[in-house]
């Protein structure tokens, strides 16, 4: 079965560094998200990217994040200068459509920031 | 979209079937109801969806009423390996990308 990848599974950073948080989408989806929980909280939204272009993105996604498709497989998150806040699992997910379609998520990377 | 209803937690035997129940008494025709699940830790996993008909895959049969009002969810033989939060979701047609929209769920203990 068709899965989506992510690296590292686990990162630890220093406050203040830059991270790159890299999925792999399955191949023939279209849309990719990102998608954050916190240690005991909800699984909340963080941005959607269709078509090489941000489509949707949450309060929480500001100047710090970025996400970029850099070639046809990989799809990154990138944080700017972390906070100790930032400490969460991170969640890519891809899906073939809007609508209908179920959402496919990679097994998360959790990122500590110290 | 619409706003659902969970239990915050069930218990549920080995071997039985599970029936998590789902509230979603706003719904409007177009939207879809899906369930997630989120064994620990891991990235939440889909496990179906439907509009008005019951579904029914591999993984489990999803009930819907007829004034579409509330769903259940059933794992017709629940196993160990069913114990995760359960969440029951609500998203139309033509949502936006960001309205998958994850609640607190339902967390389900599946014991021996």
Known sequence: EPEVTQTPSHQVTQMGQEVILRCVPISNHLYFYWYRQILGQKVEFLVSFYNNEISEKSEIFDDQF????????????????????????????????????GYTFGSGTRLTVV | DAKTTQPTSMDCAEGRAANLPCNHSTISGNEYVYWYRQIHSQGPQYIIHGLKNNETNEMASLIITEDRKSSTLILPHATLRDTAVYYCIVRGMNSGYST????????????P
């Open chain 1, 66 to 101: 970025s996400v970029e498709r850099p070639d046809g497989s990989n799809f990154t998150l990138k944080i700017r200068s972390t906070k100790l806040e930032d400490s969460a699992m991170y969640f890519c997910a891809s899906s073939a459509g809007q609508g209908s379609y």
């Open chain 2, 100 to 111: 998958l929209t994850f609640g607190k769920g339902t967390m389900l203990l599946v014991s």
